[in-house]
């Protein structure tokens, strides 16, 4: 690991001055990328904001009858809360899904949609990747590519997003909220924090440099049937091929959000409108401009047969 200073601050406009004054700072919480990312040189911060102590630790009920999430909430206490349990399942379920329950104890609800891909020339860093050096290359463009994006990807990048709870959120219509150096606060549409990888695939969020999450809201509960299904090589501890976070209501309208496909989590209000028609409308949607690969074509039928198999689920469950 390369040297780095360190400090820790007290509240979030501290923290979001504190990355602007040093150059090549960062900010750490839970820090289960991070310090990884740091061991590898993947990640080489000059210097290091301890967040942990800012606040921003709690689960909230909005005016509007949705609930503010804490920024530093961890993963298990979020997974767990008995308002997101009952009223947002598909969060809930989601969040289970992902990683182990000793990451899910230390990750934080803003450092879960920071983390970076999984995708293993990323972390190999004798081999060109334009995500970890920009211009380098795509090692996994003519690579071995069966974990990477059959949509929404360029000829700089095919990588995915790991997270699952970022799925969930986004079939929950989510917003992420921000404060900056200045004190300036902002409001970001979870369809609009990831960007896909187009030339720059290392610029990952819509974030501005020293801007800093303070929570993530959700709407009033959207009621219906929640489901998250999540397919991969292992039962547990392992990235997703394909998943599926949908919200299915009695009359079968719905909302539907893949993960394991692209750069970011992958959901089409058009798509969304197929739901009563059935899965392979809904996936012909979500693929119209899919690029698979020839070792991921096989998450296109993957995904409808997910689909089709939560639909069928919440056809049982009346
Ligand atoms: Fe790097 Fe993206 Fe290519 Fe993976 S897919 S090697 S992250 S540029």
Not at 63 to 75: C, S
Not at 99 to 116: E, I, K, P, V
Not at 227 to 241: G, I, P
Not at 267 to 296: C, I, Q, S, W, Y
Request: charged share 20%; hydrophobic share 40%; with cysteine.
């Amino acid at each position: 690991m390369k040297a780095f200073s360190y400090e820790r601050v007290t509240s979030p406009a501290q923290a979001a001055a504190a990355v602007i004054a040093r150059p090549g700072a960062k900010f750490v919480a839970g820090g289960t990328n991070l310090l990884d990312l740091m061991k590898l040189h993947i990640e080489t911060p000059l210097h290091l904001v301890d967040i942990n102590a800012i606040g921003l630790d709690r689960i909230e009920r909005t005016a509007e009858g949705g609930l503010r999430i804490g920024a530093l909430v961890r993963n298990a206490d979020l997974a767990t809360d008995a308002r997101v349990r009952r009223d947002y399942g598909v969060l809930a379920r989601a969040l289970v899904s992902g990683a182990s329950g000793q990451l899910r104890n230390m990750a934080t609800t803003a450092g879960n949609l920071l983390q970076r891909t999984r995708c293993p020339y990323f972390y190999d860093t004798d081999m060109p990747c334009n995500k970890r050096a920009p211009g380098s290359g795509c090692s996994a463009i003519g690579g071995y590519s069966r974990q990477h994006a059959v949509v929404g990807s360029s000829d700089a990048c095919i990588a995915t997003h790991p997270s699952d709870m970022a799925v969930g959120l986004r079939a929950l219509d989510a917003t992420v909220e921000t404060v900056n150096a200045a004190g300036r606060t902002r409001v970001i549409p979870i369809a609009e924090f990831h960007r896909l990888p187009g030339t720059t695939p290392h610029v990952e969020t819509t974030l501005e440099l020293g801007e800093l999450i303070t929570s993530v809201t959700l709407p009033r509960p959207p009621g219906g049937r929640h489901f998250y299904q999540k397919v991969r090589d292992r039962a547990s501890y392992a990235f997703a091929l394909v998943s599926v976070a949908a919200i299915v209501q009695r009359d079968g309208s719905g909302r539907v959000a893949l993960g394991g496909v692209a750069h970011k989590p992958w959901r089409m209000e058009a798509a969304d409108a197929e739901l009563p028609r059935g899965a392979k409308a809904v996936a012909a949607r979500l693929f119209a401009d899919a690029r698979p690969t020839e070792h991921n074509a096989f998450k296109v039928p993957l995904a409808q047969r997910t689909i089709d198999s939560v639909l069928n689920e919440a056809r049982r469950a009346g």
